[in-house]
């Protein structure tokens, strides 16, 4: 049987795991997002629906 110390320290280590774990995804997502921003076409967009014609400049 462990000692309560030893069964502490693993919680802890855990702990830290996942604080990492939480930090790495939030860096991949924005990562990511930034990415499909800077990439985006630029130009314009020309939309017609029921309302009519949009014309926006991206």
């Known amino acids: 049987m462990p000692a309560a110390g030893s069964y502490l320290w ?3 280590q855990n702990n830290l795991y996942l604080i990492i774990g ?3 995804a939030a860096v991949i997502a924005l990562g990511i ?3 499909r921003q800077e990439t985006k076409p630029k130009g314009v967009e ?3 629906d029921e309302t009519g014609i949009s ?3 991206k």
């Open 10 to 12: 693993l919680m802890k």
């Open 55 to 57: 014309v926006q400049e």
């Open 46 to 48: 020309l939309r017609i």
């Open 33 to 35: 997002y930034v990415y």
């Open 22 to 24: 939480l930090l790495a």
